[in-house]
């Protein structure tokens, strides 16, 4: 079945391994006959700083106008960013914290009692590389994907929303970085 992919790169900087594999997932969808849109967050003109919490809504940016329409567009998004300290980069949270507001990600209920998700009906695939190992990571840290995973993308109804860990990245061989590009583009190529 054709999706309809949009792809963020979460990593300030394109120009890093991370970028590679935004690369290799956006081929693997092209050739599985999808349709593609990719944003690469450190592209975007954009203040990422809510300078008044969200007491006072800051006019969106037309990047952020734009990435929005993308994500409506959308049947399967797809985040890549790099694990930096147990979350995302900086920007990446920016990006969420000023556009993932009520009116487009969600409404709350007026009697109080919950939210409706209103981007229902879209599926979610994140990807998060690291210098460590996954599973020792996780076994040691916890679960560091919750904030992305359950509080933004399921909190806005994303579902199912599926994660991939990549890693150790620091010193990995050229062998182990190709097996990396081959997953991705494989998760890519069948749109998931």
């Known amino acids: 079945m054709k999706k309809k992919i949009l792809i963020i790169l979460g990593h300030p900087n394109k120009d890093t391994f991370l970028g590679h594999l935004a690369g290799e997932y956006e081929r693997g969808a092209l050739e599985g006959g999808h349709e593609v849109m990719r944003v690469n967050v450190g592209d975007l003109a954009f203040d990422p700083i809510l300078h008044k919490g969200y007491k006072e809504i800051q006019p969106l940016e037309p990047d952020l106008v734009k990435v929005q ?3 409506k ?3 399967h998004l797809v985040i890549l960013y790099p694990n930096w300290f147990i979350t995302m ?9 000023r556009m993932w507001l009520p009116g487009f990600a969600y409404h709350f209920r007026k009697n109080g009692l919950g939210w409706i998700k209103l981007l229902k ?12 190992y996954p599973l020792i990571e ?3 840290l916890g679960d560091y994907t919750n904030e992305i995973k359950k509080g933004v993308l399921n909190f806005a109804g994303f579902s199912p929303t599926r994660v991939s860990t990549i890693g150790p990245l620091k010193n990995s ?3 182990a970085r190709t097996r990396f590009s081959k997953k991705v583009f494989g998760l ?4 998931r």
């Open 69 to 71: 329409e993308q994500i």
């Open 73 to 75: 567009w959308c049947t």
């Open 89 to 97: 980069p900086a920007l990446l949270k920016g990006l969420f914290d």
């Open 121 to 132: 009906g879209r599926s979610a695939r994140v990807i998060v590389t690291m210098d460590s």
């Open 138 to 140: 996780r076994m040691m």
């Open 173 to 175: 061989s050229d062998a």
């Open 188 to 191: 890519g190529k069948g749109a």
